[in-house]
């Protein structure tokens, strides 16, 4: 039951060239750091990234881009990442835009067994391109596959040596839902803490997820986009 390994390059071991990482978090917030500087270390290439956004140019899944280790990626907001949209337009990275609502229900949907479901966001936009629509009380509805990946790589305040979780405040954004929708889960987190000083009631996810657990550091706690009001 100790899911304990030493190091961030421990951890990934066994993550292939090709795979599907799920990266937790919500803009610059709650990601997992440690991880993706070891698979930067690694090499690992020809990646599909499923993350919330694609980091900032220098930072996150940004890092991942400047090296041409992720072949494709699916986010919803990836606005404040000049890298990722020239590596776009010129056809290095492919990319599937997804409203953020429903990139959520994908990976909450991928792990709990459910292999569709419909959604009336993005119907009548090009997000419903290509994709089932059907009519329910005379309202139009888009289908929409789960998503699964092969790791995924989230990032907590708190754990335990059997793999309980406890996010903090923003960091909960799809850390919660990309730890059901994995092979292999991978955590790392800001404070590893002994059996017993985790309430019952305070795991977000339980350990019954997790396969691999680390201690975290080193945390840089970025701002994405920094605004200042001008003083009276």
């Known amino acids: 039951m100790d899911k304990r390994v030493a190091n961030a390059d421990a951890a990934i071991a066994g993550v ?32 599909t990234v499923v993350s919330n956004n694609a980091g900032s ?21 990836v606005g404040e990442n000049k890298l990722f949209e020239r590596q776009v337009l010129s056809g290095e990275v492919e990319v599937e835009l997804n409203p953020q609502g429903t990139l959520a229900e994908r990976l909450r949907a991928g792990g709990a067994g459910i292999p569709a479901f419909y959604t009336p966001t993005g119907y009548g936009t090009m997000v419903a391109a290509g994709k089932e629509v059907r009519e329910f009380s005379g309202r139009k509805f888009v289908l929409e596959t789960a998503l699964r990946g092969d790791v995924a790589f989230v990032k907590a305040w ?41 309430e019952p009631d305070q795991v977000h996810t339980p350990g019954i997820y997790v396969d691999r657990i680390i201690q975290g550091e080193g945390y840089e706690k970025r701002i994405e986009k920094r605004t200042l009001s001008q003083r009276a």
Do not use: S
């Open 16 to 47: 292939r060239d090709g795979a599907i990482i799920l990266m937790g978090g919500f803009g610059l917030c709650g990601i997992p750091e440690n991880l993706i500087a070891a698979v930067l270390r690694a090499g690992t290439k020809n990646l």
């Open 57 to 77: 140019a220098d930072f996150g899944a940004g890092l991942l881009l400047q090296t041409h280790q992720i072949r494709k990626m699916f986010a919803t907001y």
């Open 158 to 198: 708190k754990g335990d040596r059997w793999g309980n979780l406890v996010y903090r405040k923003t960091a909960r954004n799809f850390n919660a839902v990309m730890a059901t929708a994995a092979d292999l889960v991978i955590a790392e987190v800001e404070h590893l803490v002994e059996l017993g000083e985790i």
